[in-house]
């Protein structure tokens, strides 16, 4: 049914019918994790780990869909506050995931990008994240771009401090700063700005995520909490966006 649809609006798209594009970017909030584990009387980090595997389910869902960047939330600047236990489980997990998903993603042309402040990040975890950038370099298929310790806040404070640099060294004078000179110094400059944000387990926040790029993203909160995000769900959002007139402050004609 889905899939009906999909290609339907797609071709449509060819043809030039359709003002609302399928989303080239999908960013996604993952949460519920540590809420989906307590329901079931385990501990968090069992829900750490059912949600990689549902990383694992949407990105090849992502891909198969012809979605060009994905961009996953997994670890915020704020997530330090955890119990250490966590943490650490959490610190672990790409090194988990890319050990035994990296092959699939090299098949599959994906590759795999990390924003955020990747120096606190354990050093296993930072080869295991550097040989997976290094092998999918080249690729030119779905962008699979990780928010590893990133924070929103941290991101536009040092694009200031970068661009207050620039000025004091004299390569810049304060009347050339412009948006895309901004958007030059954050860590996403090399991507275009989400079109579909979600988040998973019924918080309606940003939670320090993309402040600046989500300025004219369409949102899509559900209450399902992260591990039992499936295809499905996927589905959903896309066909709600999908029905979205997206303005940008100016006027569509329907
Ligand atoms: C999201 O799930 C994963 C991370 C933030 C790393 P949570 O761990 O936040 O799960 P809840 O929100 O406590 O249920
Ligand atoms: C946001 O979820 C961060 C990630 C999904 C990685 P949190 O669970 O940390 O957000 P808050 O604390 O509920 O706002
Ligand atoms: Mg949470």
């Not at 290609?7 to 060819?14: F, G, I, L, P, W």
């Not at 994790?33 to 090849?60: D, S």
């Not at 290094?134 to 924070?151: H, Q, R, S, V, W």
Request: proline share 4%; glycine share 6%.
């Amino acid at each position: 049914m889905f899939d009906k649809w999909f290609q339907r609006k797609k071709r449509s798209e060819k043809g030039g019918l359709t003002f609302v594009q399928v989303p080239r970017h999908i960013a996604i909030i993952m949460d519920g994790n540590g809420r989906w584990a307590k329901k079931r009387g385990l501990p968090r980090v069992a829900g750490h780990r059912e949600g990689m595997n549902t990383v694992k389910k949407i990105v090849r869902e992502a891909d198969r869909l012809g979605v060009k960047i994905l961009t996953l939330y997994a670890f915020s600047t704020e997530n330090w506050k955890r119990p250490k236990d966590e943490v650490d489980y959490l610190m672990r997990l790409p090194e988990q995931f890319l050990k035994s998903y990296l092959p699939e993603l090299i098949e599959k042309n994906v590759r795999v990008m990390v924003m955020g402040d990747e120096s606190r990040l354990p050093e296993a975890t930072q080869k295991a994240v550097n040989t997976a950038k290094e092998k999918t370099a080249n690729n030119d298929g779905m962008i699979l771009n990780f928010a590893l310790n990133y924070g929103s806040r941290k991101e536009i404070t040092d694009a200031v401090k970068g661009i207050a640099e620039k000025v004091k060294n004299g390569s810049l004078v304060p009347d050339e700063i412009t948006e895309d000179i901004i958007e030059n110094h954050l860590l996403s400059c090399h991507l275009p700005d989400p079109d579909l944000l979600i988040r998973t387990s019924g918080e309606l926040r940003l939670s320090n995520f993309m402040l600046w790029q989500l300025a004219y993203t369409e949102f899509w909160f559900t209450d399902v909490y992260w591990p039992d995000f499936n295809e499905s769900h996927l589905h959903e959002a896309i066909q709600q966006y999908c029905g979205r007139t997206r303005r940008f402050g100016g006027v569509v004609e329907s």
